[in-house]
């Protein structure tokens, strides 16, 4: 009987060229494709934001917010659209950030006012703009940004 629950335990396996296999060769091509520097990358939000469960999809649309001076990715979060710049540094990020006019956005930590404002949130080298009025997806997507980007490994 023995023989027969291992027998039952390696038909449930999934086989080598099956889904599962195509599932790990996804993953660690990610992983090499988006090594973790200490800075973000947009792949490194996007999938932040999958592992958060937010299921994001990249749009081929650039992304514009006069005025920053580098395009954005547009990346959709449900029924509400992402922004994301990437800037080289945490110092270049900050500059960028500092031109922006503040009175258009709502900070990620602070609670939605009565106009629809998109949410600012900022991350050691990314700017991301949040269209959206749900409280609950604010929270998610900020707290996946702010937690800091993936650090390479020690």
């Known amino acids: 009987m023995l023989c027969v629950a291992c027998g039952r335990e390696s038909a449930k396996q999934a086989p080598a060229n099956g889904p599962a296999a195509a599932t790990r060769t996804t993953a660690a091509a990610v992983s090499v494709a988006c090594p973790a520097t200490g800075l973000w990358s947009q792949c490194a939000i996007v999938d932040r934001l999958d592992r958060a469960g937010l299921a994001p999809r990249v749009d ?3 992304a514009t917010e006069p005025p920053l001076t580098i395009q954005g990715a547009l990346v959709h979060v449900g029924t509400s659209d992402l922004e994301i710049y990437v800037y080289p540094d945490a110092t270049s990020r ?3 950030e500092a031109l922006l006019d503040r009175t258009k956005y ?3 930590d602070a609670p939605l006012s009565i106009k629809p404002q998109p949410t600012l949130i900022h991350s050691v080298n990314a700017i991301a703009i949040l ?3 749900n409280d609950h997806q604010r929270e998610r997507v900020s707290d996946a940004i702010t937690a800091g ?3 390479p490994a020690k």
């Open 60 to 62: 081929s649309s650039k």
């Open 94 to 96: 900050e500059r960028e």
């Open 106 to 108: 709502v900070a990620y």
């Open 131 to 133: 269209h959206s009025r």
């Open 149 to 151: 980007p993936p650090q």
